[in-house]
């Protein structure tokens, strides 16, 4: 069964550095999707891409966030400096279509700023 | 904004109860969805809907989307239902999901 994937599940990083984020989403599927979960805290939206281009972002996704697509399969998830407070397990999804399609979420990115 | 409360935040229960997890949200939706979240961290899919109900094996989903709720119901459940149930309604446009904070089940055997 298709299946997203994320790599890599755990990045230590020091605060100020940039990381990536990886995500292949289900080969099929048009929509894509990062969410993030800080440790013991709801899940929150960070962004969804449509057609190479951000069709929805929440207020946490600023500056310091950007999304690309660089070559069809790969969707990631970039931080240019990372903050304490990003700290925590990021999801990537995708879905075949909008609102009435499910989300398959990937196992998600454990990302840990020191 | 969407709210969207979940209840109860925990639930234990013994094998073979039958389980309601509820789900409230304060704004329209185009539709709604159930989520498992593992103790490892990995959330998968149990349901999408926007009206009526819906079952897959032992689990039920409904929503009365008048009044803004849905309940998630398990039955005869058993240890390996243990995990985070979480309710996440998708906006409008249909391409953003508000989460609610989770229910934390665990079954006893």
């Known amino acids: 069964e298709p299946e997203v994937t994320q790599t890599p599940s755990h990045q230590v990083t020091q605060m100020g550095q940039e990381v990536i984020l990886r995500c292949v989403p289900i080969?099929?599927?048009?929509?894509f999707y990062w969410y993030r979960q800080i440790l013991g805290q709801k899940v929150e939206f960070l962004v969804s891409f449509y057609n190479n281009e951000i069709s929805e972002k929440s207020e946490i996704f600023d500056d310091q966030f950007s999304v690309e697509r660089p070559d069809g399969s790969n969707f990631t998830l970039k931080i240019r400096s990372t903050k304490l407070e990003d700290s925590a397990m990021y999801f990537c999804a995708s879905s075949p279509g909008l609102a009435m399609h499910e989300q398959f979420f990937g196992p998600g990115t454990r990302l840990t700023v020191l | 904004k969407n709210e969207v409360e979940q209840s109860p935040q925990n639930l234990t229960a013994q094998e073979g109860e039958f389980i309601t997890i509820n789900c409230s949200y304060s704004v329209g939706i185009s539709a709604l969805h159930w989520l498992q979240q593992h103790p490892g961290g990995g959330i998968v899919s149990l349901f999408m809907?926007?009206?009526g109900k819906k079952k897959h094996g032992r689990l039920i989903a409904t929503i009365n989307i008048q009044e803004k709720h849905s309940s998630l119901h398990i039955t005869a459940s058993h240890p390996r239902d243990s995990a985070v149930y979480i309710c996440?309604?998708?906006?409008?446009?249909?391409?953003?999901?508000?989460f609610g904070g989770g229910t934390r089940l665990m079954v006893k055997p």
């Open positions: 080969s099929n599927h048009l929509y």
């Open positions: 809907l926007s009206s």
């Open positions: 996440a309604v998708v906006n409008n446009a249909g391409n953003m999901l508000t």
